[in-house]
């Protein structure tokens, strides 16, 4: 079975930085194409940053391009998600996802067959 743990979120002030990390359980983790994805409060899911398995790709949302940056080590079956520059709108919370089948980029949540449980991400004065 696979389980994803997200942490790193927390309240922080506009302009700040914050790193936001998922830890996967499985031996084939460095398969995995992995994903970033955030929900506001009365919206959508929200693609948002996209890392193939090799690492070699990444993809973002237009949001976040030039702001966010994804990596993984797959040495510890961690992927990350830098944040920088964030704004209120950032404000959310957000779920890391895995996809066992490659074949990338997924931008879709229905491309992702494992979630973690989420963290909230705050951006407020």
């Known amino acids: 079975q696979v389980q994803l743990v997200e942490s790193g979120g927390e309240l922080v002030q506009p302009g700040a930085s914050l790193r936001l990390s998922c830890a996967v359980s499985?031996?084939?983790?460095?398969?995995?194409?992995m994903g970033w994805f955030r929900q506001a409060p009365g919206k959508e899911r929200e693609f948002v940053a996209g890392?193939?398995?090799?690492?070699?790709?990444?993809y973002y949302a237009d949001s976040v391009k030039g702001r966010f940056t994804i990596s993984r080590d797959n040495a510890k079956n961690t992927v990350y998600l830098q944040m920088n520059s964030l704004s209120p709108d950032d404000t959310a919370v957000y779920y890391c996802?895995?996809?066992?089948?490659?074949?990338?980029?997924?931008?879709?949540?229905?491309?992702?067959?494992?979630w973690g449980q989420g963290t909230q991400v705050t951006v407020s004065s």
């Open positions: 890392i193939s398995w090799t690492g070699t790709s990444t």
């Open positions: 996802a895995a996809d066992q089948y490659g074949s990338g980029p997924h931008y879709y949540a229905r491309e992702y067959q494992y």
């Open positions: 499985g031996r084939t983790f460095s398969r995995y194409d």
